[in-house]
């Protein structure tokens, strides 16, 4: 297993030597056309590039040979110097010094020493006739090295299709693994086995060749921040942190407009202005910090502003206010129920429509793209001190754990992410409550109900529920979303794997209910429930 170092050199070297194979061209170009800027603009662009990625890497004698020779180029494009004489022989001496130098680090020898070669850049810099040694040996240049880089750039689709690929083949493993079971032929078995071990290897490199650096996103926030904090005339001071944590690409763009929702809301409406921080004895300029960590499997990313707050007794007023709860049962909602009302759809707690946020778009928005990846969203916040949101996300979508249950003879799957616990109750264990089944799970009292009612007549309100329709033992799945944990009544729970999520198909994808469709192992086709969609429906048609 290479260490994070390892592979970041690896990424260096392969961007570096292709930078200088672009560097040693365009010079080329150059030489045949002074005039040609298109040339020196990526010449530019490739020095500015390697000086950023050799300091960032340590190689600082690299980046500042790349450093002087940039100088150079703008001083070109500023048409203060041309591209002849003595001055292109020195930058030609330049590029093959780049050239031998990443070359050096490459094979772990000793880097080159480059002093003249920056004293002459320096004297140009200066205009300066530069101290040559003469020209290049001709048998150095016959006997140059041509080099290939190890770096491949691949556009998305393609890696999308052969995720595709791969999840069409891990369901025909799965297949024939049950098959050689079945049939009991030890040679077939074990070819399958061995089946079994290239596909998941295939598998997990294929999503490592997705991963991206969350960085990627991340860095583009600083000029987000400044300009919405220019505009609401607020004081920020953003700190980035966790940039090389990696992530499936996919993940990150589908996160990427939630993200910048979070960012802009704790800009405008968490962080207090300069005069308003003073006076609540805060130093004027607000802190704001986005960053990134590893839990597990998962990618945690966080948006955290030491600002105003989330001011709990306002949420409860205002869900009340807008029929989420009643105003009794409101009372008795904890802190963290009452901050789950932020996620539900158009609430807002914007008291005036500007550009930067309050346009009837709430973070009911950012769940919607958080629960789409199978992610969760959570809040915490002190009044007064400041507020953090979390975005859990898979670290790869392309395969989710899921637990396998039956109703009425077919299968079904539940994503693990939305999955609490899985209990089998007596009768006497539930009681009514209001028209409803509740059963006391782990010291919480939880509502219940049959899956089989909630998938029938979908519109209907649900009918009251009643003690005598509970015959026997009762499997029940507890999913949790949004704070809100419901009961699920099962016939009989099978075992939990991981899937490969498929999408449906017309006009089947209409259906909110199903997040997908997977192939068993046997060849059935099994619907993926979608836990915050049933959860709606239950909350819809309880009332």
């Known amino acids: 297993m290479k260490s994070r170092e390892q592979e970041y050199r690896e990424m260096y070297m392969a961007e570096a030597l292709e930078a200088y194979d ?16 298109q040339a020196l603009n990526e010449l530019f662009r490739l020095m500015h590039n390697l000086k950023s990625n050799s300091r960032a890497m ?63 850049l320096d004297r140009l810099v200066r205009g300066e006739e530069p101290v040559l040694e003469g020209e290049l040996a001709d048998e150095e240049d016959a006997t140059r090295k041509l080099e290939l880089s ?63 650096n969350v960085g990627s996103l991340l860095n583009k926030f600083p000029r987000v921040v400044r300009d919405v904090a220019s505009a609401e005339q607020k004081q920020v001071e953003l700190t980035l942190s966790g940039q090389d944590i990696q992530i499936d690409r996919n993940i990150l763009q589908i996160i990427t407009d939630a993200l910048l929702h979070l960012v802009r809301n704790a800009v405008a409406h968490g962080l207090e202005t300069p005069a308003e921080r003073e006076k609540a004895g805060k130093p004027a300029q607000g802190q704001l910090t986005l960053s990134a960590q590893t839990e597990r499997d998962d990618v945690l990313i966080q948006v955290t502003d030491d600002g105003r707050g989330i001011d709990v ?44 946020s309050g346009r009837g778009v709430g973070l ?12 969760q969203l959570r809040v915490d916040s002190v009044l007064g001190q400041g507020t953090t949101f ?23 799957a539940i ?55 509970v015959q026997g033992r009762q499997d029940i799945i507890i999913v949790n979303y949004n704070n809100r944990k419901l009961g699920l009544i099962v016939d009989r729970f099978l075992r939990q794997q991981n899937i490969v999520i498929k999408p449906m198909t017309k006009p089947l994808d209409t259906i909110e209910l199903f997040g997908g469709v997977t192939l068993l192992g046997s060849g059935q086709v099994c619907l993926v429930l979608d836990v915050p969609a049933l959860t709606r429906l239950f909350l819809a048609r309880r009332l």
């Open 364 to 375: 009911d928005v950012v769940k919607l793209a958080i629960d789409s990846l199978g992610g």
């Open 58 to 120: 340590g190689y600082t004698s690299i980046g500042e040979v790349a450093h002087h020779m940039e100088t150079i180029f703008g001083l070109i494009r500023s048409k203060e110097r041309e591209f002849s004489g003595s001055l292109a022989a020195v930058l030609f001496t330049g590029v093959d010094m780049i050239g031998a130098m990443i070359r050096a680090v490459g094979d772990d020898e000793v880097v080159p020493d480059s002093n003249v070669l920056l004293d002459n």
């Open 390 to 412: 979390t975005l859990v996300l898979p670290t790869s979508i392309a395969v989710k754990g899921a637990l396998l249950f039956e109703l009425d003879e077919r299968s079904y």
């Open 415 to 469: 994503p693990l992410m939305h999955t609490d616990s899985v209990v089998s109750l007596w009768p006497d264990d539930l009681h009514v409550v209001g028209g409803l089944l509740m059963a006391e799970v782990q010291g919480e009292n939880v509502p219940v109900v049959s899956l089989r009612r909630l998938l029938q007549n979908g519109d209907e309100p649900l009918q009251p529920a009643t003690r005598a329709e």
């Open 150 to 212: 190890d770096l491949v750039y691949i556009q998305i689709k393609k890696l999308d299709h052969l995720l595709n690929l791969v999840g069409e083949l891990i369901i025909d493993r799965d297949r024939i693994l049950t098959l050689s079971q079945e049939i009991g032929n030890s040679a077939l078995q074990t070819s399958a086995a061995h089946l079994f071990r290239i596909t998941d290897e295939l598998q997990y490199s294929v999503m490592d060749a997705r991963l991206v």
């Open 313 to 356: 007794e306002s949420v409860r007023r205002k869900a009340v206010e807008r029929g989420l709860v009643g105003k009794e049962a409101a009372r008795q909602l904890d802190d963290k129920a009452v901050r789950a009302f932020l996620f539900e759809p158009g609430f807002s707690m914007a008291k005036e429509v500007t550009e930067i």
């Open 22 to 37: 672009a560097m040693s061209r365009h010079i080329s170009e150059l030489e045949r056309n002074p005039h040609d800027s």
